[in-house]
């Protein structure tokens, strides 16, 4: 069963400085919480291939997704994984002096993950890890 995440915050930094946060990819393993290495494996015209290894629950997991640039747009799409599949986009947009942060992912959980899996523990991991990008900003 695929499940659905959605996220929006502002922030007052511009929207240069906030993409270049989002788009860092080696710099992730110092600022979200249970990532323990974050780099690049290879990079592209406008896309990149990351590989993000994490720590949750006492649990390792290795996630490698490409991601594509274009303009302050950036999509990920699960290359290998503890998903069977995942998608995820960040948009941003600047409005008034301010930068409009949205963050959607489709994703889904192996069959017996996803049985054993509450939705409540699925949005607080998500709003912990989009969370950690809103506060890098400040």
Same mark, same amino acid.
């Given at each position: $069963? *695929?499940?659905?995440?959605? %996220? /929006?915050?502002t922030s007052s930094k511009p929207i240069d400085e906030v993409f270049n946060i989002i788009s860092n %990819? /080696? =710099? %992730?393993? @110092?600022? !979200?919480?249970g990532c323990t @290495? /974050?780099?690049i494996i290879s990079t592209e015209k406008n896309s990149q291939i990351g590989k993000l290894q994490f720590e949750?629950?006492?649990?390792?997991y290795t996630i490698e997704s490409r991601n594509i640039q274009d303009e302050y747009n950036?999509? $990920?799409?699960? !290359?290998s994984g503890p998903f069977d599949a995942f998608n995820g986009s960040w948009n941003l947009e600047e =409005?008034?002096?301010?930068? *409009?942060?949205?963050f959607k992912a489709d994703f889904t959980l192996p069959f017996l993950v996803n049985a054993v899996t509450p939705d /409540?523990?699925?949005?607080?991991?998500?709003?912990?890890?989009?969370?950690?990008f809103i506060s890098k900003l400040t």
């Open positions: $069963m *695929a499940r659905k995440i959605s %996220y /929006s915050r %990819y /080696s =710099n %992730y393993k @110092n600022f !979200i919480p @290495n /974050s780099e949750i629950l006492g649990k390792k950036l999509k $990920m799409e699960q !290359i =409005n008034l002096g301010e930068t *409009a942060i949205h /409540s523990l699925i949005e607080k991991l998500s709003e912990t890890i989009i969370d950690s």
